[in-house]
Nanobody, 132 residues
Framework: HVQLVESGGASVQAGGSLRLSCEVSGYAFSMNCMAWFRQAPGKEREGVACRYTTARDTDDSDTYYVDDVQGRFTISQDRAKNTLYLQMNSLKPEDTAMYYC??????WGCGTTKFNARLYQYWGQGTQVTVS
């Protein structure tokens, strides 16, 4: 039974930081395209960052960010803990949303999948981030 469980959401002041976690179980962690999406009230779900999970936690070669978070957010992994992270710095009120973790097995990497939500197979339940 595959599960993606997000945690780390909270209410913070503008300019603050949060780290979201997505723990994966029942599923091989490596060789997946994994992504963070977010959805604000009344808006469509949008991709934030994605990463191809590999055997090396330091391998950032197949990592993508949307322009709005480039330089502020960092997606990373801890393979030993089967966990994907999203470090969010310099948070803005417009970052307020429910944040979701998603995954799909892909032997070719994230270059095609990126932020196409329809291509992701597994989703977590979400964690709320509120910036005021």
């Amino acid at each position: 039974h595959v599960q993606l469980v997000e945690s780390g959401g909270a209410s913070v002041q503008a300019g603050g930081s949060l780290r979201l976690s997505c723990e994966v179980s029942g599923y091989a962690f490596s060789m997946n395209c994994m992504a963070w999406f977010r959805q604000a009230p009344g808006k469509e779900r949008e991709g934030v960052a994605c990463r191809y999970t590999t055997a090396r936690d330091t391998d950032d070669s197949d990592t993508y960010y949307v322009d709005d978070v480039q330089g502020r957010f960092t997606i990373s992994q801890d393979r030993a803990k089967n966990t994907l992270y999203l470090q969010m710095n310099s948070l803005k009120p417009e970052d307020t949303a429910m944040y979701y973790c998603a995954a799909v097995r892909d032997q070719w990497g994230c270059g095609t999948t990126k932020f196409n939500a329809r291509l992701y197979q597994y989703w977590g339940q979400g964690t709320q981030v509120t910036v005021s």
